[in-house]
C-alpha cells in the first residue's frame, strides 16, 4: 500500500509538470503570434497599433503630446529646439532658457523681469526662410489673462538661438510677408495660411534690398519696391492671381489705394526724375486720371480717408504761381 501510494504521487507529479509545460508554450506561441500582428498592423495603421499594444501590455501607450504651456505644430530638431525655449519660458525655468541664447544683450535679472508674469505661449504660424533661420508669429499670455503677439525672426546656430529681430504686431498669420536670407541672394516671400510663396529675389552682390513692403486693406495686394546698383523698381503683386499686374515707378512718393479700394494713386514731387499724379481705377490698373498736367508737382501733401480725397500743390509756371487741390476720387473733382 505504501508503494503505491508513492507511484502514484511520482505520477501525478509528472503530469502536473507536464501540463505546466504544455500552458507555458502556449502562452509563448499566443505572444508571438500577437507580436506579428502588432508588427503587420505598424506598417498599416499606427491608430490599430496603439490599440493592440494597449490590449498586449495591458497599460495605456505613450503618447508624444506637447506641453499644455506652448502650442505648436512644429516637427523639426531646429524647431523643436525654439519651441523648448518657450516652453522653458511659460514654465518659469528662466535660467534655462536665458542659457540657450547666443547673445545676451542684458543682464538675467532684466531677462527674468520681462518673463516672470509669462503663463503660457502659442505659435501662430512657423515659417523656414533660409537653412536654420525661421519667421514665425508668437502668443504671448500673462498670468492677468493678458495677449501679446511678437513677430520673431530666430536664428539656430548648432544648440543656441540667435534672436535676429523680435517686434510687436498685429498682424494675421494668414497673410503677411517674410524675407529669407541665403548667401548672397534675399527672398520676399508671401504667406498666405500658413504657406510660402516667392514673391521676387535681390541680390547683395547687386547692391538690391527690399524696401516699403505692405499689403493692402483688404489683403488683396501687395506693395514694394526694390532698389539697387541696376534696378530701382515698385510693383504691385496681385495676390489672388499670384503676379505682378503694376508698375508703381523708380521713384518713393506719395501713393496707396483709396480706402473703398477702388483707386490706386501714386504721387511724385518734381525733382530729378520730373513729377507726376495719377489716378488708376482699380482693379484694372487703367489711367484714369493725370492731374499734374505737365505743371511742376510742388508737394504731395497727404490723402484721407475720411473724405477719400488727395491734396497736393502744383506749380503753373515752374516752382512760381503755386496753388493748392484737392481731387475727390468718388466724384473725380479737382476743387482749389
Not at 27 to 37: G, L, S, V
Not at 79 to 90: C, G, K, P, S, V
Not at 208 to 237: C, H, P, Q, R, W
Request: net charge negative; glycine share 6%.
Amino acid at each position: 500500500m505504501k508503494l503505491f501510494s508513492t507511484k502514484s504521487l511520482i505520477l501525478a507529479l509528472i503530469a502536473a509538470i507536464i501540463l505546466i509545460l504544455g500552458f507555458k508554450g502556449f502562452e509563448y506561441f499566443e505572444n508571438q503570434k500577437t507580436e506579428t500582428i502588432v508588427e503587420k498592423v505598424a506598417a498599416e495603421d499606427p491608430v490599430e497599433t496603439k490599440i493592440i499594444n494597449e490590449i498586449k501590455t495591458n497599460e495605456p501607450a505613450k503618447t508624444n503630446e506637447p506641453d499644455k504651456t506652448t502650442t505648436t505644430t512644429t516637427s523639426s530638431p531646429n524647431q523643436e529646439l525654439i519651441e523648448l525655449y518657450y516652453n522653458r519660458l511659460a514654465q518659469g525655468d528662466l535660467d534655462e532658457a536665458y542659457a540657450m541664447k547666443k547673445y545676451k544683450t542684458m543682464d538675467l535679472s532684466v531677462f527674468k523681469g520681462w518673463y516672470k508674469n509669462l503663463k503660457a505661449t502659442e505659435f501662430l504660424d512657423f515659417i523656414t526662410v533660409a537653412p536654420n533661420q525661421y519667421d514665425f508669429i508668437v502668443e504671448l499670455e500673462n498670468d492677468d489673462g493678458s495677449k501679446e503677439k511678437f513677430r520673431i525672426v530666430m536664428q539656430v546656430e548648432g544648440k543656441l538661438l540667435n534672436t535676429i529681430s523680435s517686434t510687436s504686431t498685429d498682424e494675421s498669420p494668414a497673410l503677411r510677408f517674410v524675407y529669407g536670407e541665403d548667401g548672397d541672394v534675399t527672398t520676399l516671400f508671401l504667406v498666405t495660411k500658413g504657406n510660402k510663396k516667392i514673391i521676387d529675389t535681390a541680390k547683395k552682390s547687386k547692391y538690391e534690398e527690399f524696401n516699403n513692403v505692405e499689403i493692402s486693406y483688404g489683403g488683396d495686394y501687395l506693395m514694394y519696391f526694390k532698389t539697387g546698383a541696376e534696378s530701382n523698381e515698385g510693383k504691385i503683386y496681385d495676390i489672388a492671381t499670384n503676379k505682378v499686374i503694376h508698375d508703381i515707378g523708380p521713384t518713393r512718393g506719395l501713393y496707396g489705394f483709396t480706402y473703398d479700394l477702388k483707386h490706386f494713386y501714386n504721387c511724385i514731387e518734381s525733382g530729378m526724375h520730373g513729377g507726376e499724379i495719377k489716378s488708376y481705377s482699380v482693379p484694372g490698373f487703367k489711367l484714369e486720371k493725370d492731374l499734374a498736367n505737365e505743371s511742376m508737382v510742388i508737394k504731395c501733401d497727404s490723402y484721407d480717408k475720411k473724405s477719400n480725397t488727395l491734396r497736393y500743390t502744383l506749380g503753373l509756371n515752374g516752382f512760381e504761381n503755386q496753388h493748392s487741390y484737392v481731387y475727390e476720387f468718388a466724384t473725380g473733382s479737382v476743387n482749389k
